[in-house]
């Protein structure tokens, strides 16, 4: 009985130490290099414009090259905006999965704010306006 008891003792403290070593999750990393990435992508599309318009400047005769920079700059911010879309939603989706499976996860889930809605009470139809319904023009019973 002792033995077990050490035993269980032993594993709890491996299982903290085990946390200690790796408090980031996969999570963790996904939106670090979300960031990362976004702000690469950023500062490289920022560069580009900046290199297209000196070569604009200094060479007249190369004025595509203002155009191509203006271009690699969006198409680059777009793009690195958008690869820091998805690893954030696969960061959202590796925590709802720990959370789902009551597993420690870092970081926090995004939450959209709740609106309460009111219903009209003659026609079902979701109300807009606080004193009557859009669809049958029945005043609200309790509206100011
Ligand atoms: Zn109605």
Redesign the pocket.
């Known amino acids: 009985m002792t033995l077990g008891k050490e035993d269980s003792m032993n594993n709890t403290e491996e299982e903290i130490s085990a946390q200690v070593r790796n408090p980031r999750g996969l999570e963790d990393t996904l939106d670090i290099c979300a960031s990362a990435l976004l702000m690469l992508g950023m500062i490289g599309a920022v560069v580009l414009l900046i290199l297209g318009s000196v070569v604009w400047s200094f060479l007249p005769a190369f004025g595509l090259a203002g155009s191509i920079g203006l271009a690699g700059s969006i198409g680059l911010a777009g793009s690195t905006w958008f690869a820091w879309l998805v690893l954030r939603g696969l960061a959202e989706i590796v925590r709802l999965q720990k959370r789902a499976n009551d597993l420690p996860y870092s970081g926090k889930i995004s939450q959209t704010e709740k609106v309460d809605a009111k ?7 979701i ?1 807009e306006g606080t004193s ?7 005043s ?1 019973a309790g509206a100011e």
Do not use: N
């Open positions: 219903r009209c009470d003659s026609c079902g139809q109300l009557f319904c859009d669809t049958c023009q029945q609200v």
